[in-house]
């Protein structure tokens, strides 16, 4: 097996010699606890610091079995600990405490916990905690050998996301398993795995999926019709009907953002909504999460195609970066401050470790993120930017390829048009840019891949689009007929796309413009071109809509729907541009885009619209800025909180002449905000926050 | 356990002196001389969260909680038991029961660290290779 364990115990003599990470802030009952456990020949690693665990922890994702963790320690409260651990990393968690009140071992289990020990701990029960890891061995594999096909694609390059890592992990630790990882086809199983192999909803067949629910028309789309129309093999009707739920969701949460983009979303792919959904919110099961994360990421730093980038990179990276701590995207409501930071601090965590920090480290934490997506997402936005710092297009294809992220298929689809470098530029610079963003890229783009596999086949074409789009934006004379384009622009599946879209859409108040974005960015698919339209449209429309939208934000309420939506649309765009190539189209038509997603991002918060106020007016800033924005606020977005704002988007967006004047006001004070906001990454999604 | 120590410690010390072997031949000693570091100051600071007007129960129960949770890990069962009423008293917001429980436990702590001591003491000089360190 491949060597991610790190570890010279033999498989096989599994469970000695497992690896567990022990955290307790009581020294007396750390040390008992670490003597107990290597009685029972595990390999103990021992910290009394929650903080210090979590960074092992993240440091290599296959260093240890199990985590076993005390409820109450002063640095972190154990459960988030436990939180975390499960996002991230994956891991089984025991906790540990003298308190037995019931209440408390709910709290573990729903949290995640996969056993709650009470002190003074006994060695019999320790010596059984090995099961724990097996059952989760087991039950991972399945998903792995999917996910590792998906992740081999991704991460060939780099570890690839968290969950491709932890596949390796998975497969590594599966006794006996082999998987191979890098070359996806997970086919193999691991011997102990299961006999029923985990679907991994690449892009493409979630492609395939978004087009037969649309073709039956959602309401009418059920699961043993869906199967048939894909026509996949192996592929049964739970999956397909478990997929289905989650795309409803994601449909669900879209259209919260963004009515009206949803709509168009839906009607464009209705997949996308879920998908975008479904790919943050899953987080680590989905592909599609990890690659939505990343994509936002990819997409916001491939966005500000010019320079944009690199200046989102650095501030997109920190405004991504922000995004993500902020609690990840979530520009719109985050739903749980705590959880995004955790999403935060994963993301940062994550994206530090591979690369410089990009996020699309986080990202892969960010996709966790379900609902908070938008934090994963953030995260991965983040990421993003960074990466995407340099060159806007760079053959992201290039960038990608290494990265796998892009997969293969991804790369090619997004990249594959060096014009989509676009997106793909935020995944490929990072891809190219140091491998670290290749890392991180591809890890983003893996990850986005992985998640968005589907929906990046989808984004491919969104690529191209966007990449067009996305040089539009470089060219900024793009100012395709937007509306029209985006809303054919199917973005699709990537469910990030749709968020994306519907973000644009949302963002663009300015119904054209607005929704032309958002259009865009979910069904990418259909119409690459659409989405360069689109992407250009968006853009301008997001200097429509963010100029639209200051008028509306006047009203801080109001901009913070405004914010909303156009982080909405940033976020769907930013996420159809993620879908695309993580991000490269999205990047450019970012720009756009930005401007609007700007505003969404001063949206949100009602800081925010200022800022992004000023973005609008500033073409280039706002384009770096709209890519923050839209990273942050597609990580707000796209997760789909934003659900009430979007609503105010569209009002807002009314006069552009008061946009105008209110965002050139703005414009000054927010301008010098924005950056930094951006550059913080977190701004607006802080501020949101 | 000796019986010297009987009533005080509970079963949770035998594991401990299971533990002891010859790669930990220290263990037990190691363990009970961390729990005394570490309980002295949460002792500390149950006194100074007792001193304080009007008494934070939280602070003080949450305090209580992190002694008892290493007190439970050597098998000071008496200290453990007045731990546990410490902490119902805080729960009624009974200060008065607070602190007297809380002096209870001093107590109790006291004669457990004697009974600790004369352990070991014996079991140096039953077993000297092993027990050749002496306590902190």
């Known amino acids: 097996m491949t060597v991610e364990q790190g570890i010279g115990q033999p498989r096989d003599q599994f469970p000695i010699g497992m690896r567990v990470l022990a955290v307790d802030d009581d020294p007396t009952c750390l040390l008992l606890l670490e003597t107990l456990l290597r009685r029972c020949q595990y390999h103990v690693t021992t910290t009394s610091q929650a903080i210090a665990a979590l960074k092992m922890l993240r440091e290599n994702k296959n260093k240890f079995d199990l985590v076993i963790s005390d409820v109450h320690m002063p640095d972190m409260d154990g459960f988030k600990l436990l939180e975390l651990v499960g996002l991230e990393m994956d891991l089984p968690v025991i906790m540990l405490s003298a308190n037995s009140d019931p209440k408390l071992v709910m709290k573990g289990i729903s949290h995640g916990a996969c056993d709650y020990l009470l002190k003074p701990v006994r060695m019999e029960e320790l010596k059984n905690i090995w099961q724990h890891v097996i059952r989760r061995r087991k039950f991972n594999n399945k998903d792995r050998n999917h996910f590792d096909n998906q992740d081999k694609l991704h991460h060939g390059s780099s570890e690839a996301t968290a969950d491709q890592k932890l596949n390796k992990k998975r497969k590594d630790q599966n006794e006996d398993e082999d998987e191979d990882r890098d070359d996806n086809e997970h086919e193999n199983e691991d011997p102990t795995t299961q006999k029923k192999p985990r679907v991994v909803w690449s892009v493409e067949l979630h492609r395939k999926f978004v087009a037969a629910v649309n073709q039956l028309g959602i309401d009418k789309a059920v ?109 719109g409501p985050l739903p749980t401050p705590g959880h995004l930071t955790n999403c935060q601090s994963q993301f940062q965590s994550i994206v530090h470790t591979g690369n410089d920090g990009n996020v699309l480290q986080g990202m892969p934490m960010s996709l966790e993120v379900d609902q908070i997506q938008p934090n994963k997402g953030v995260t991965y936005i983040r990421e993003l930017p960074t990466d995407v710092n340099n060159t806007t297009t760079f053959s992201v294809s290039n960038g990608f390829q290494d990265a796998k992220i892009m997969a293969s298929s991804s790369n090619s689809a997004f990249l594959g048009v060096s014009n989509k470098p676009l997106m793909l530029e935020g995944s490929v610079q990072e891809v190219q840019d140091g491998r670290q963003f290749g890392k991180q890229s591809s890890l983003t783009v893996a990850s986005l891949d992985s998640g968005f596999s589907s929906n990046f086949l989808d984004h491919g074409r969104c690529n191209d689009s966007w990449s067009s789009a996305v040089q539009s934006t470089g060219d900024q004379s793009n100012s395709f007929g937007i509306n029209d384009c985006f809303k054919q622009a199917t973005l699709l599946p990537s469910n990030i796309r749709d968020s994306m879209s519907t973000m644009a859409l949302q963002s663009g108040n300015n119904p054209s413009q607005v929704s032309s974005i958002s259009t865009v960015p979910i069904h990418l698919q259909d119409s690459k071109a659409d989405l360069q339209c689109q992407i250009a449209s968006i853009r301008s429309n997001t200097r429509q809509i963010i100029n639209n939208a200051p008028q509306g934000w006047d009203d801080q309420s109001q901009r913070r729907d405004a914010t909303y939506h156009s982080n909405a649309e940033c976020s769907s765009i930013n996420s159809v541009i993620p879908n695309h190539g993580t991000g490269s189209p999205m990047g450019q038509s970012l ?92 701004y607006s999604l802080r501020t949101c926050m | 356990m000796t019986t010297a120590c009987k009533g005080f410690l509970d079963e949770q010390f035998l594991q401990l002196e299971e533990l002891q072997d010859d790669a930990n031949p220290n263990f037990v000693e190691e363990v009970v001389t961390l729990y005394y570091r570490d309980s002295a100051r949460l002792i500390l600071n149950i006194e100074q969260a007792l001193e304080r007007n009007p008494l934070d129960f939280n602070k003080l129960d949450s305090l209580m909680h992190q002694f008892k949770g290493s007190s439970s890990s050597i098998g000071a069962k008496k200290v453990k038991a007045e731990c546990t009423l410490f902490r119902e008293y805080c729960r009624a917001g009974n200060g008065e029961g607070c602190i007297r429980t809380f002096q209870q436990l001093k107590k109790e702590y006291a004669t457990l660290k004697k009974k600790l001591e004369a352990y070991f003491q014996l079991a140096r000089q039953v077993g000297p290779a092993e027990t050749a360190c002496r306590p902190k």
């Open chain 1, 223 to 331: 699961p043993k019709k869906i199967l048939d129309l894909m026509n996949v093999e192996k592929l049964t009707r739970e999956n397909v009907a478990s997929h289905l739920q989650k795309y409803r969701l994601y449909l669900k949460r879209i259209s919260t953002v963004a009515n009206q983009q949803a709509n168009m979303v839906a009607a464009l792919g209705s997949t996308d909504s879920s998908y975008l959904q479904m790919s943050s919110v899953n987080g680590l099961g989905f592909p599609n999460l990890a690659g939505t994360g990343q994509f936002h990421n990819a997409a916001f730093r491939s966005l500000p195609p010019s320079g944009m980038l690199g200046r989102l990179n650095s501030p997109a990276a920190l405004g991504m970066c922000g995004l993500p701590s902020s609690g990840v995207i979530q520009i």
């Open chain 1, 591 to 682: 720009d756009p885009n930005n401007a609007i997603f700007q505003k969404t991002k001063s949206f949100n918060s009602t800081r925010q619209s200022d800022i992004v106020d000023p973005f609008l007016l500033k073409h280039n800033e706002v384009d770096n800025l709209a890519m923050e924005t839209l990273m942050s606020s597609n990580d707000g977005y796209v997760i789909g909180q934003q659900k009430p704002q979007g609503s105010y988007f569209s009002n807002n967006f009314g006069s552009l002449d008061d946009l105008e004047s209110v965002m050139v006001k703005q414009e000054q004070d927010k301008v010098t905000i924005t950056e930094e906001e951006f550059g913080f990454g977190s």
